[in-house]
């Protein structure tokens, strides 16, 4: 055991470089919870630590709070074990004390530290009943005469590794300009690495660069956006995606120049299923087969992952889908025989899966997480699958053994990580720092047409989103996971006073709507993995599901009279548009394809948008769908509401550099009545009319920065 050393005082100030580190920076909830627990042991008497005093002083549960229920403090407390154990497995491998919290303690013990070992990529830690701990050095074989295969193994493992002293991991920058640089990918002679960059303006490129340094080479010009290059197997060609809309082209070119070669068209839309969307994350492909004679990508109109020939463009099936569910990241192991590759049931709701590349085999789930992936990579042999998720809180690395399902920390210091590539030989992996900022915003509602002044609410480090006023004005409801997940909160119409309303388990909240008498809310979550309707009282605190199941129901909203909640549901297969009375629960169907609805007040029109954000309307009172004209089209799903009699539809202006606000009548006479500027006003995400009909509630997406960091060994 590590030699004991005892606690002294200012222990915030002395363990500083921890709460700094990349896994407690960004979380307030656990770098709280460490600095209460190091400020418990430092002075035992004034603060009594379990579990429910916890949760009660720091978490701010109720004094009726039952942890049976609520389990928020265990949670909080293995999460805040893990990100000890990553952080002194990376970059605080070389401190001279570290933290521990031993399960089924609350009092955090200082010990004196040893630096922990690195593996490559790909290569099984040593397993022995009789052996609990290896050690660096000489002493280290002491243990292992227990077993004499197990000393072999060993010594074969240290001779491999070329040193006795185990040495640690470094983080050192790959792409250093400006703007957003993602989806690295590494030529087989490990000698340079092709991405994706927007070139600080917005449109994204395909560029090429050496690792050892020099200029980047722009590959791709056109004026659609470039994703997701690829390597072909003998480094001379690069495929890739462009993107435009909801079509998407796979592309292959020369890396050294040369014409373009379009090998199919699909139909994508990057993303969308992940935590944050958007094309940035989701990668749908391609990626070449092993012998370099097919591409494989996602594509969403034929509900699947295809392996399309670069020859006769002839595909063959490796994956199904449905209307709800997608497959991202596509990736043959290295010998060609299986596809590994993330399956999503819902809003950031997915998990690893491996198939065998030949006709009718079984997909086999690897992880069972019910998490966000972002990105997968195969070890070099074979045997197990490098993954960026937030199945513990911040997205890390991780390595799951595709046999046993056993899953392990990468520690790379990184509490964003996304995107991660395993470099041929497995010593050393590329990946993605990626971070996303959203906020609301609150906006007068122009007379005439102007630019709309907008001022931020509830401000926080966290994502904030989907704010929904009271029918009262008094109260606001906001999703955001500056808690560690996301949650719903409450505060004042100005964003003053946050109070977290909700601590639901799952990996999203969202469409948070009041009823019209101010005592509900409906929203949809996934705590069991399917998102599902649930229905809140605001006073209380108390939810109960309104359906759960299989299904995927999300969406939901208020009828104008309190006595109806709409939804969309994929119950009966494709997602279509319900009805369900509040009282009786009884449902039925309004319209086939609808997603997202809201009424007028005048219960004459009920306004819904496809998941492909095609706006439509049906009357209350019964009667055919319309389709609104082009000049109501919205930009995205949620770019749209309604504001009494009136609908609101945000759209991009013709130059892409700005966002036009229309309003139209139950006559659809459409008239443009404010402006959103890009910049510095962000990008809108959605938009909700209060109320009152005066103001308009803004989510936007503040920045996106992401680039490319290389993890290696510190002695190679």
Same mark, same amino acid.
């Given at each position: 055991m590590p030699e004991h050393v005892e606690v002294t005082s200012s222990l915030r100030r002395r363990f500083e470089r921890v709460f700094q580190s990349a896994a407690f920076a960004r979380s307030e909830r656990l770098s709280a919870l460490l600095e209460y627990l190091l400020q418990a042991a430092e002075?035992?008497?004034? *603060?009594? +630590?379990?579990?429910?005093?916890?949760?009660? /002083? *720091?978490? /701010?549960?109720?004094?009726?709070?039952?942890?049976?229920?609520? =389990?928020? #403090?265990?949670?909080?407390? &293995?999460?805040?074990?893990?990100?000890?154990?990553?952080?002194?497995?990376? !970059?605080?491998?070389? %401190?001279?004390?570290?933290?521990? +919290?031993?399960?089924?303690?609350?009092? =955090?013990?200082?010990?004196?530290? $040893?630096a922990a070992s690195f593996l490559p990529i790909g290569t099984e830690p040593l397993k022995s009943s009789s052996m609990t701990e290896i050690r660096s050095g000489p002493g280290w074989l002491g243990p292992l005469l227990l077993s004499g295969s197990i000393v072999f193994a060993a010594v074969i493992v240290w001779l491999w590794l070329g040193r006795s002293n185990p040495a640690t991991f470094v983080i050192t920058p790959f792409s250093t300009e400006l703007g957003v640089q993602f989806s690295p990918a590494i030529a087989p002679d490990r000698g340079s690495i092709a991405y994706a960059w927007d070139g600080n303006r917005g449109d994204f490129h395909i560029y090429w660069r050496a690792i050892d340094g020099g200029a980047a080479t722009q590959l791709t010009h056109d004026q659609a956006n470039d994703f997701y290059p690829a390597f072909s197997p003998d480094g001379t060609r690069l495929a890739f995606l462009r993107n435009d809309g909801w079509v998407g082209k796979l592309i292959v070119i020369p890396v050294h120049g040369g014409p373009e070669h379009v090998v199919a068209t699909i139909t994508t839309a990057p993303g969308q299923w992940t935590e944050d969307c958007g094309p940035l994350l989701g990668n749908v492909g391609p990626v070449w087969s092993r012998d370099g004679q097919e591409l494989i990508a996602f594509d969403q109109g034929r509900f699947g992952i295809y392996a399309i020939s670069l020859t006769s463009g002839n595909r063959r099936q490796l994956t199904s889908d449905t209307d709800t569910t997608r497959d991202f990241y596509p990736m043959p192991s290295p010998d060609g025989q299986s596809l590994a590759y993330v399956h999503y049931v819902s809003h950031g709701v997915g998990d690893l899966f491996v198939v065998r590349m030949t006709p009718g085999a079984e997909p086999r789930q690897i992880t069972r997480d019910r998490a966000t992936i972002r990105g997968v990579s195969w070890a070099p042999d074979g045997k197990s699958v490098v993954f960026a998720s937030n199945r513990t809180g911040p997205y890390e690395l991780w390595r799951v053994n595709v046999r046993s399902a056993r899953i392990q920390p990468v520690p790379a210091d990184s509490s964003e990580? !996304?995107?991660?590539? +395993?470099?041929?030989?497995?010593?050393?992996?590329?990946?993605?720092?990626?971070?996303?900022?959203? &906020? #609301?915003?609150?906006?007068? *509602?122009? %007379? /005439?047409?102007?630019?709309? /002044?907008?001022?931020?609410?509830?401000? $926080?480090?966290g994502r904030n989103q989907e704010a929904a006023l009271s029918f009262d004005g008094k109260t606001l409801l906001f999703i955001s996971d500056r808690s560690g997940s996301w949650q719903i909160w409450r505060s004042g119409p100005d964003g003053s006073e946050p109070i977290q309303l909700t601590h639901?388990?799952?990996?999203?909240?969202?469409?948070?709507?009041?009823?019209?008498?101010?005592?509900?809310?409906?929203?949809? !979550?996934?705590?069991?993995?399917? $998102? !599902?309707i649930y229905l809140l009282d605001v006073e209380t605190g108390e939810s109960k599901a309104l359906s759960i199941g299989d299904m995927e129901e999300r969406a939901p909203s208020w009828s104008p009279d309190g006595k109806q909640i709409y939804f969309s549901s994929d119950r009966e297969g494709d997602t279509s548009l319900y009805g369900m009375e509040v009282a009786s629960g009884n449902v039925t169907l309004i319209a086939r394809g609808g997603f997202r609805a809201e009424a007028t007040e005048d219960k004459r029109w009920l306004y819904f948008s496809t998941l492909y954000a095609v706006l439509w309307r049906v009357p209350l009172d019964g009667g055919e769908p319309e389709l609104l004209p082009q000049t109501l089209q919205p930009y995205s799903s949620r770019n749209w509401t309604v504001s009494g009699d009136n609908l609101l539809v945000l759209r991009k202006r013709a130059d892409n550099r700005a966002f036009e606000l229309w309003q139209a009548d139950?006559? *659809?006479?459409?008239r443009r009545i404010g402006q959103i500027d890009d910049d510095p006003g962000g990008e809108v995400i959605g938009i909700n009319a209060t109320p009152n009909g005066r103001s308009l509630l803004i989510d936007t997406r503040d920045g996106v920065s992401s680039d490319i960091v290389l993890r290696k060994a510190d002695r190679e």
């Open positions: 002075s035992p008497e004034s *603060l009594t +630590v379990d579990e429910r005093n916890i949760g009660i /002083q *720091l978490f /701010q549960r109720p004094l009726d709070w039952d942890p049976g229920i609520d =389990p928020c #403090v265990r949670v909080a407390m &293995s999460r805040l074990r893990n990100k000890l154990e990553v952080y002194y497995q990376g !970059a605080g491998g070389k %401190d001279h004390e570290k933290i521990i +919290v031993a399960k089924g303690s609350y009092l =955090p013990r200082i010990v004196s530290n $040893s990580a !996304a995107n991660p590539v +395993v470099a041929p030989g497995g010593t050393w992996i590329a990946f993605n720092n990626f971070h996303v900022s959203n &906020s #609301v915003k609150i906006a007068d *509602l122009p %007379d /005439q047409d102007r630019l709309l /002044q907008m001022q931020t609410v509830a401000p $926080s480090l639901l388990r799952g990996s999203y909240v969202g469409s948070v709507h009041w009823s019209p008498d101010n005592r509900h809310i409906v929203f949809d !979550a996934r705590p069991q993995g399917h $998102s !599902a139950e006559h *659809l006479y459409g």
